[in-house]
């Protein structure tokens, strides 16, 4: 099943306005499904090259001289990290193909890291190239398919559509244990596979939770720093998301950590062995899941510019999503696993603090309702469409 990718236009559009796009995500999510997509929509000739391959790489072993034979292609360079030699040749060909005329949609560049790309191209592509993160599918890519079933599964593709329940787990699993073993070590120093795994399920546990570095680490047996580090390699692989809090110039006591949690819901259940939908439903992190997912879908499907927060303080207001638009504008969004959605005291108070020009609640039913005159009650996909604005 070819499902389209609402990012497909604004890649097109990056092309099309700027020599070099890295489109970033993580690994598996469909970034080579949706470079070849677009590559081959626009009709311009394009050149594959899977630096994973030993026999891909090898044609770079002179690769000015290579990549020059190829100016008049879109380059599609994957796995870009593995070569990071390659940034200063890409700006000499860029500033090369500009005082000829070649101005837009030389190089596309996929990765499976934020900062690790950003750390080699920053300085060596600056002005030169846009960035593009690709996240696994979100609700509105898959409104054709129960939410629920995005929600037990994931959103990466191979997880998604895979042919029983069964399947869809064991690709998780062996998705995890991959990145463990092969992947994680290519990003930065050497860290037990077992040790890191501890840690990613204990993020799973604490699903939404607000980060507490020092309690993770006693946990671990290891400092507060080298835990700090373990969650930063994750956030890093676009795998575990650090949602901040929202601070304003309030006479407030508010909480300053971030939550935490890891941002595809079907690698939560698979790190924490369960296994299909009735099994989540009887477990403790169902709700905090429940709410993970909601969150990074909304995110996922906001435009660019738009900030995600939330809001907590001490003395109980709280906002589980706020979304902070370019305009300055506030949305305030609170997520209620139950059909009948019933608004506490401390969403009322943090409305009072921000004064959000929209107030929305996200429950699992079908129908949009209002709980109050300017309270709306709708589910996920109309959440989701209403922030993508569609």
Request: glycine share 8%; charged share 25%.
């Amino acid at each position: 099943m070819m499902i389209p990718r609402s990012l497909a236009p604004s890649l097109i559009d990056a092309l099309a306005n700027s020599p070099a796009v890295a489109l970033l995500g993580p690994r598996q999510a469909g970034k080579t499904t949706l470079a070849l997509d677009v590559a081959r929509a626009s009709g311009r000739p394009s050149l594959y090259l899977d630096l994973e391959s030993e026999q891909d790489r090898s044609k770079l072993a002179q690769a000015e001289l290579y990549l020059v034979d190829h100016a008049d292609q879109l380059v599609i360079l994957d796995e870009v990290h593995r070569a990071p030699g390659l940034f200063p040749i890409l700006r000499g060909l860029i500033d090369k193909g500009r005082r000829a005329g070649k101005k837009t949609g030389r190089f596309l560049l996929l990765g499976s890291a934020s900062l690790d790309l950003l750390k080699q191209s920053g300085e060596t592509l600056a002005g030169r190239i846009a960035y593009l993160e690709l996240a696994p599918f979100n609700l509105l890519e898959t409104r054709h398919l129960p939410a629920d079933e995005l929600w037990v599964r994931g959103g990466f593709p191979e997880s998604l559509l895979a042919s029983s329940a069964a399947r869809s787990l064991r690709w998780r699993h062996d998705f995890i244990r991959s990145y463990l073993e092969r992947d994680i070590p290519q990003f930065g120093p050497r860290i037990a596979a077992e040790t890191l795994r501890r840690f990613w399920g204990m993020l799973a546990h604490h699903q939404g939770g607000l980060l507490n570095a020092a309690q993770f680490a006693r946990n671990l047996g290891v400092d507060a720093k080298t835990a700090a580090a373990y969650l930063d390699l994750l956030v890093d692989l676009l795998l575990v998301r650090r949602l901040p809090p929202w601070h304003a110039n309030l006479s407030k006591r508010l909480v300053k950590s971030p939550k935490v949690y890891v941002r595809d819901s079907g690698l939560v259940h698979a790190l924490l062995g369960i296994a299909d939908k009735e099994t989540l439903l009887s477990h403790p992190v169902v709700g905090q899941s429940w709410e993970c997912f909601v969150i990074e879908n909304l995110l996922a499907c906001a435009p660019d510019g738009v900030q995600g927060h939330f809001y907590r303080s001490s003395a109980g207001a709280e906002i589980d999503l706020l979304l902070a638009w370019p305009d300055g504008k506030l949305w305030a969004i609170e997520i209620k696993r139950s059909l009948a959605p019933k608004l506490e005291r401390g969403f009322h108070a943090a409305c009072a603090d921000l004064k959000p020009a929209r107030k929305l609640v996200v429950y699992p039913g079908d129908e949009s309702f209002r709980l109050a005159e300017d309270i709306e009650a709708m589910s996920p996909l109309s959440a989701a469409m209403l922030v993508a604005g569609k």
